[in-house]
């Protein structure tokens, strides 16, 4: 196998919010070993279509397989909802990074990370707490295991809940606008961790506003505008179109300086 | 006449003894009380809606109603159903009754204020309905509720005070009966505030201690 394989893949991916047609007719694949960014302006639909990929989200239309089983709907055109085993299974190979980190208030860093690699995986306690520990030293975090989320600043929370993420080891990781919610100084330490995972080959889907990190790391972006893909591409070509209106408008709204620097090219 | 609180002293032993009855009444009934709102809370909103329905009918009926009432009902009517309680028993059963019906709703109160996402990040790592209930939703509501918990045992304490009216051998039992005996009614109510005060204030620091103890596990 040459062509690398794809890691997700949505095909006539429809969603609705009451009247609300938020995603329509949606079509992308991410690569495996590669990052895909997510761009748009804001309700455009980015957020609910990375949380339809891992199923928070139920697609009313169309097909998103990962790493090529169905998710959440069978392949087919019945569409028949598939058990909660089954939906549990696939989203085995998600890992999910939430814009409000979403760490567990009661539990240490350590225990959010260790969490459910105890209780999932089964592991005994120590071999559990080891692996964690592992994961919190490679986002750079040893020293702060035993602390609770109301002591990190919000760069360090974002860090472990990359770190509960991949303790479970999966394939790939969805991120929703992982540094939004950060003070700007906060969000290099976030975006570090993120390049160095990109660099060991995770595959990545992340929807971000931070152009600059796009333009730097991804090999893909898609841009969605009103719930439509509007352009997808390789970043090269894609951030080599600022003619588009859609995309220039938006680019002029969120360039910042990493962008500039890109199009000075 | 003068206020003299050693007309009442004299009937010490017995007011400790009204007093430890408050007490059990009173901690007894708020422990079976959490319980059974627990189990409510969990299961009106984890159990589905034909359990939903029913609970929230008892939780209303309870909130609805005086205590008094409730007791009443229990004492004097409930033999004719079978329910036959000594006065104790009926005061305890009827106390913890209507406390589950408020801890029902603090705790309910306490599962919706979780944010979702918490929920969300734990499918996300494969933890199974009944452990994130048990990881992570439990503990995180309690931590949420505290403060109000804190308040309605407080509450509760007070309440205990209605007992006396089906003659449970409690402190405004006791101590207005020993101020008819002695004719020193000013000191024997007295008496009850100060001692209803010093449990107040005694379960207030108790829970002000729990909440700083526990501030490390809440965000914001
Ligand atoms: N749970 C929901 N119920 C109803 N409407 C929703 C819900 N979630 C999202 N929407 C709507 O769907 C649309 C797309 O929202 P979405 O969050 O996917 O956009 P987004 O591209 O992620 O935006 P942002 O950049 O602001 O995060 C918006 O109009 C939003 O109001
Ligand atoms: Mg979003």
């Known amino acids: ?265 | 006449m003068t206020f003299d609180l050693g007309l009442i002293l004299g009937s010490l032993p017995e007011v400790l003894a009204a007093a430890w009855v408050t007490i059990v009444m009173w901690l007894a009934s708020a422990a079976m009380g959490a319980a059974l709102g627990f189990v409510l809370a969990l299961l009106r909103r984890y159990g589905g809606r034909a359990a939903a329905w029913p609970i929230l009918g008892f939780v209303t009926v309870i909130r609805g109603t005086p205590f008094l009432i409730q007791l009443f009902l229990l004492y004097y009517s409930g033999p004719s159903i079978g329910i036959d309680l000594d006065p104790t028993g009926s005061g305890l059963l009827s106390l913890s009754i209507y406390a589950s019906a408020y801890f029902c709703e603090i705790f309910t109160g306490g599962f919706a204020a979780i944010p979702r996402g918490h929920v969300e990040a734990a499918i996300c790592v494969g933890l199974s309905r009944a452990q994130i209930v048990a990881r992570i939703l439990v503990p995180e509501m309690a931590l949420l509720v505290l403060p109000a918990c804190v308040n309605m045992t407080i509450l509760m304490m007070k309440e205990t005070a209605v007992l006396s009216i089906v003659t449970v051998p409690e402190l405004t039992l006791v101590i207005t009966a020993i101020g008819s005996r002695t004719f020193a009614f000013a000191e024997a109510l007295f008496l009850l505030a100060i001692a209803y005060w010093v449990l107040t204030e005694a379960t207030g620091r108790l829970g002000r201690f729990a909440e700083g103890a526990l501030a490390r596990y809440r965000l914001a």
Not at chain 1, 99 to 125: C, D, I, Y
Not at chain 1, 131 to 151: N, T
């Open chain 1, 1 to 265: 196998m040459s062509a690398a394989q794809v890691a997700i893949r949505a095909r006539g991916v429809g969603k609705r919010f009451g009247a609300n047609q938020v995603l329509a007719d949606i079509a992308l694949e991410a690569r495996e070993g590669e990052v895909t960014c997510l761009i748009g302006p804001s309700g455009s639909g980015k957020s609910t279509l990375l949380r339809c990929m891992a199923f928070l989200e139920r697609h009313d239309e169309g097909t998103i397989e990962v790493f090529g089983r169905p998710m959440g709907f069978g392949a087919d055109a019945a569409r028949r909802p598939l058990p909660e085993a089954d939906v549990a299974a696939v989203r085995r190979d998600l890992g999910m990074v939430f814009q409000q980190f979403n760490l567990w208030p009661h539990m240490t860093a350590l225990g959010n990370v260790s969490e459910a690699l105890k209780r999932v995986r089964r592991l005994p306690r120590r071999e559990a707490e080891g692996r964690a520990m592992a994961m919190l030293e490679k986002v750079g975090l040893g020293e702060r295991a035993a602390h609770y989320p109301s002591e990190l600043s919000g760069g360090q929370q974002q860090r472990v809940a990359i770190a509960r993420a991949l303790a479970m080891e999966p394939r790939m990781v969805l991120f929703d606008e992982p540094t939004s919610s950060l003070d700007p100084e906060l969000t290099g330490e976030v975006l570090t961790v993120m390049r160095q995972l990109a660099q060991d080959g995770m595959t990545m889907v992340v929807v971000t506003h931070e152009i600059g990190f796009a333009a730097q790391v991804a090999q893909h972006v898609v841009f969605l505008d009103g719930g439509r893909v509007l352009l997808d591409g390789r970043a090269g070509e894609v951030f080599r179109q600022p003619w588009h209106p859609r995309l220039g408008q938006f680019l002029q709204t969120y360039l910042d300086l990493g962008a500039s620097v890109l199009f000075q090219g």
